[in-house]
């Protein structure tokens, strides 16, 4: 076995040409979307006015979408990719002394690309959609944001195809996290506390309680309305959406090579999950060698203020407040779930992604929650020894990897741990002062 590198980095020639469709390779079925109030499955012409079209296609699981494991990524996002892609993995050796464990810790940064998460990996190629469209009078993305990762992507996306940008961004965050509000309006997009005075939806909420924090469903439900008033505009989804899930399967394409350049198969993967396009992208392509009898672990790691996965129901449910999108069979709180808040905005979705709770569902993937506190704890500890902040969000896979390190030492174990660090926490550090007290002397 070979000594691996402290960072692995692939050449421009590695960057995969497709992205993984893992729907197509499952041996059970992740059933279609279902209308919001008729009983039967959704059809296209149903939200033709809501997404891109090519979104629709990969949500419905239309034609190849339903049939090739392999999708060829477009010319145009290839190159525009290549800014930033592929992303390294790195070695937690500093993380390793730390703890004096056992077990090698890689992380997959995903922090490096122009909006500092994940989420540009399918903000961008979203708004291509958009902007590609066969007669397309599409002008405008509209969305919804948590901490406001998602939001900041799509700004920038939006502003490299020629195309306005919406956003509806939780009041909370809104509050909280100006540095991302800032980075939007800088990107071009116009960004809007919500629930906010702009929609009905808002409106009626804030009539009902003013101090509303804000939800992802109630942002969703504003966004859509939003879309709704002018044929121009479209939905963009950064979490929910398995075209979400598509697009980010580049990451763990890109670390199965990496991990094959070193000899070496991961035990565990962990990644945090809000909606779960991040995590169930980045170990996608692993999955089929579970199934096939691998003894790999998958760990979805969530809040334990937010615990859907842990503790929600598998049922049909709605993505957004007010009920106007197709119902999805996910596990959820519910979708009138207003979430406490937590510092980490990105997580505060009352359900998770259909394909993720499907492996949920069926013993792919386990789940673990943490406290809000000892994850800030595990980002301090990360900055220290790595000298990389971890957004509040991706600090939930930190401390998940730190964990299972530790067991794997109590056990006499040489595990190989690998993380999803979805993205930076530099515009989150007023949250980490929050949590941590740091403007206390020490």
Request: with cysteine; proline share 6%; hydrophobic share 35%.
């Amino acid at each position: 076995m070979t000594v691996p590198e402290n960072k692995i980095i692939l050449s421009e020639a590695q960057l995969p040409q497709h992205w993984y469709n893992i729907v197509a390779e499952l041996p059970f079925d992740v059933p279609k979307p279902l209308h919001p109030v008729e009983d039967r499955a959704v059809e296209i012409d149903d939200f033709d006015w809501l997404w891109p079209a090519e979104c629709l296609r990969i949500e419905l699981q239309k034609d190849e979408y339903g049939t090739d494991a392999w999708i060829e990524i477009p010319e145009f996002i290839s190159d525009v990719y290549r800014r930033y892609r592929p992303s390294p993995l790195v070695r937690a050796r500093s993380l390793e002394k730390h703890l004096g464990t056992s077990a090698e810790i890689y992380f997959k940064r995903e922090d490096l690309n122009p909006a500092g998460s994940h989420k540009f990996n399918t903000a961008l190629v979203q708004a291509y959609y958009a902007a590609q469209e066969d007669g397309s009078r599409i002008r405008c993305m509209v969305t919804d944001t948590g901490a406001g990762q998602w939001g900041a992507a799509l700004a920038m996306a939006c502003e490299t195809l020629e195309l306005d940008c919406c956003v509806f961004m939780i009041r909370k965050s809104y509050d909280e996290k100006p540095y991302r509000r800032y980075m939007m309006r800088m990107a071009g997009a116009e960004v809007y506390s919500s629930p906010s005075e702009l929609t009905s939806t808002g409106r009626q909420i804030l009539k009902d309680d003013p101090e509303n924090s804000g939800s992802l469903g109630i942002g969703m439900s504003e966004a859509i309305e939003f879309v709704k008033e002018n044929p121009e505009r479209r939905l963009a989804l950064g979490c929910m959406s398995y075209y979400a899930v598509l697009h980010q399967s580049i990451i763990g394409l890109e670390t199965k090579l990496q991990l094959e350049q070193i000899d070496r198969s991961p035990d565990l993967m962990v990644g945090c999950v809000g909606g779960g396009s991040n995590f169930t992208g980045f170990i996608a392509p692993f999955v089929r060698d579970k199934i096939e009898g691998s003894s790999i672990e998958f760990r979805a790691i969530e809040p334990e203020s937010i615990p859907t996965l842990s503790e929600g129901e598998y049922r049909y449910d709605w993505a957004d407040f007010s009920e106007l999108t197709p119902r999805i069979l996910m596990y959820t709180l519910g979708h009138r779930f207003v979430p406490p808040p937590v510092h980490s905005g990105g997580l505060r979705y009352h359900g998770k992604t259909p394909v993720l709770s499907a492996l949920v569902k069926n013993d792919v993937v386990g789940t673990k929650t943490y406290s809000q506190r000892e994850v800030f704890d595990a980002g301090r500890v990360f900055l220290k020894t790595e000298g990389v902040l971890a957004a509040p969000e991706s600090a939930h896979a930190v401390l998940g990897a730190i964990d299972a390190a530790r067991d794997a030492s109590k056990a006499g174990r040489k595990q190989v741990i690998v993380l999803c660090l979805s993205g930076h926490g530099y515009l989150d550090l007023k949250g980490f002062s929050d949590v941590l007290d740091l403007d206390t002397p020490n």
